[in-house]
């Protein structure tokens, strides 16, 4: 009898989605530098941390009409072909990132928010990946031969022009450290589900008709 091959199975795992967008990354430079931006996070964490825009509601801006379409549809693909989640989702918050050289920021997760996605506009070869971290990763840290998505507890992505990325909110992640004498330009983005939540005869049924982050 011929011995089966062993099936392995990602249970629970947490779903990044990634996709290179075909999008004008230059126009959205030049809109991105008319913003003003603020210190982001905590301010007496580090020295050198990096920066979000002052406005946190970027995509509902008329001159932000055409990114914002492009990336609700894939948000959507997102949703429904992969997840296959019958909830719409609604966009809360948007903003802006710029990481100067030698910036970096704090592992943080997004509360209040269901998904999470960054737009890369400006990068180069060293303006820092993206890194996430599983904090709740078991009571033994095990010596491996080699790094893969099952036993790493940290990892990266290298960020491209029109890079986009989608991940579940609650994931910590943080800014790595920009060793490029360019400064990076990012997007980052927020949504939560709407309609109908949960078992309907369930104690903790929710019903969200609409979700405003103003």
Known sequence: MKEDK????PLF?????TKNINIDTKKILSLAKKEKFKVAGVKDSMSNHAQASVCNTLLDKKSYKFL??????EINFYVHNVMKYKNNFQLTKSWLTKTENNQVSDYHQHNNSFLS????IKTDENSGKIGFINF???LFQLQVTEQNIWNSVGYTF????GLLIVFPSDMFHKVLRNTSKEDRYSLAMNFIPIGKIGDT?????VNILQADGK
């Open 68 to 73: 914002k379409e492009i990336i609700l549809k």
């Open 13 to 17: 795992s947490k779903l990044v989605y």
């Open 136 to 138: 709740s990763s078991g």
């Open 158 to 161: 290298k960020p491209s022009d």
């Open 117 to 120: 996605a960054v737009l890369y």
């Open 201 to 205: 005869n369930s104690d903790s049924f």
């Open 6 to 9: 062993p099936v392995l199975y």
